[in-house]
Every structure is written in structure tokens, then in C-alpha cells.
């Protein structure tokens, strides 16, 4: 079956740096792009940016520019997550998922993560 | 950049059925996915395409649209249906999914 596998959670200090990682299994690695989604205690989804894993493209939301970059190792079909300079609120719960074309050629992300609850602590 | 507008809650009597909008601008020309999230839980597409179940999904959930509004609809809602329901749409122009802010819905 289809699966996303996340790390496990971090309590990381504020202007540290915490790499996430996503393991998936149950499908073939590069024919889906893999988008992360953040979601801070209370709130919302938030999408933080999407990677291909065929190609290496990547798309990263506006607001994160700068400070995330996303990887792939097509070796493990892992796709990672690197956060930097983090504050407090960066604080929440991050999903990786499974992007996927509809019939409609819309996308969704159709299998996720099991979430990665990042803490910033002082 | 696009917005979706939902209520930020909703309570439903057992066995009533619940409508959880979903607003936007030119929704009418976008496909509106929806997902259901329960606490602590990643969220599980419940409705793509407007209208179109995924396969486990119980045929209690549909989705209708019309003009800029999308309505995810839950027939004889039940206890287990308490969730937060978040719209989706994907935004050809920055190749991006946008999120509506999400639903709590409660059945009480």
C-alpha cells in the first residue's frame, strides 16, 4: 500500500535550522511530485512548496523563499525538507504529500505524511 | 493572490445533513477538492473534482458548486463525521494549491 513515513518530531531553538524527511513506499518514486504543508497549532493548511521527484524542479511558496529548500534521494525514494533561520512561529505540524492530476487536470494531494510536529523552544 | 473563504464552524444534529461552503472568486472555472481532517490526523481528500468520491469514501459525502460558491454536502451526519473540512483549489497561474481556512464541523 501506499505510504508517506515521516520523522520523527524536533524541539529546535530559535534561528536553528530542522530537516525533515518523508519516506514513501507502494508507488513508483518519480511519477508524483511531493508537496510539504504546514499546519501551526490552530490554524489552517499552508502550503510551503513542491518538488519533483522525476526532474528535481522545484516551487517554493513566496513567503518561504530563501529559507526552505527541498531535496530528493531517488536512492530511498525519501524527499526532505530543510527549514532555516526558524522563529516561534514556525511552530507546527508539517505534512509532506503526494501530489496527483485529477480528470479535470486539476491537482490534489492524495496520500500524506503522517505530520512532523516541529517545536521552537527557547 | 486567490483566496477560499469558509465558515469557521459548523454544528449539525445527528442523522441532519451538513453544508459546508467554500467561496472564491471565478470558483465556477476551478475544480474544488475537499478534505476532511480529524484531530491529529493528516487530512484525507473526501470530494475531488467538485463532486467525484475516492473510493472508501462513504457515498454520504458529495459536492456540489455553483457560481463562485462550493458546497461539500454530509448526508445523515454522525458522530464520526466531527472534523475540520478544508476546500482546495489549484492555481494554474503560481502552480500552487490554495486552502481555504477550514471548517470545524461539530454533531451535536
Known amino acids: 500500500q501506499i505510504q508517506l513515513v515521516q520523522s520523527r518530531r524536533e524541539v529546535k531553538k530559535p534561528g536553528a535550522s530542522v530537516k525533515v524527511s518523508c519516506k514513501t513506499s507502494?508507488?513508483?518514486?518519480?511519477?508524483?511530485?511531493v508537496s510539504w504543508v504546514r499546519q501551526a497549532p490552530g490554524q489552517g493548511l499552508e502550503w510551503m512548496g513542491w518538488?519533483?521527484?522525476?526532474?528535481?524542479?522545484?516551487n517554493y511558496a513566496q513567503k518561504f523563499q530563501g529559507r526552505v529548500t527541498m531535496a530528493t534521494d531517488t536512492s530511498t525514494n525519501t524527499v526532505f525538507m530543510e527549514l532555516r533561520s526558524l522563529t516561534f512561529d514556525d511552530t507546527a505540524v508539517y505534512y509532506c504529500?503526494?501530489?496527483?492530476?485529477?480528470?479535470?487536470?486539476?491537482?490534489?494531494?492524495?496520500?500524506w505524511g503522517q505530520g512532523t510536529l516541529v517545536t521552537i523552544s527557547s | 493572490s486567490f483566496v477560499l473563504t469558509q465558515p469557521p464552524s459548523l454544528s449539525v444534529a445527528p442523522g441532519q445533513t451538513a453544508r459546508i461552503a467554500c467561496g472564491g472568486n471565478?470558483?465556477?472555472?476551478?475544480?474544488v477538492h475537499w478534505y476532511q481532517q480529524k484531530p491529529g490526523q493528516a487530512p484525507v481528500v473526501v470530494v475531488y473534482?467538485?463532486?467525484d468520491r475516492p473510493s472508501g469514501i462513504p457515498d454520504r459525502f458529495s459536492g456540489s458548486k455553483s457560481g463562485n460558491t462550493a458546497t461539500l454536502i454530509i448526508n445523515r451526519a454522525e458522530a464520526g463525521d466531527e472534523a475540520d473540512y478544508h476546500c482546495?483549489?489549484?492555481?494554474?497561474?503560481?502552480?500552487?494549491?490554495?486552502f481555504g481556512g477550514g471548517t470545524q464541523l461539530t454533531v451535536l
Open positions: 504529500a503526494r501530489d496527483a492530476r485529477t480528470p479535470k487536470i486539476s491537482v490534489i494531494s492524495d496520500y
Open positions: 507502494g508507488y513508483k518514486f518519480t511519477s508524483y511530485g
Open positions: 518538488i519533483s521527484t522525476s526532474k528535481g524542479d522545484r
Open positions: 471565478d470558483l465556477g472555472s476551478r475544480s
Open positions: 473534482d467538485d463532486s
Open positions: 482546495q483549489v489549484w492555481d494554474n497561474s503560481r502552480a500552487h494549491p490554495v
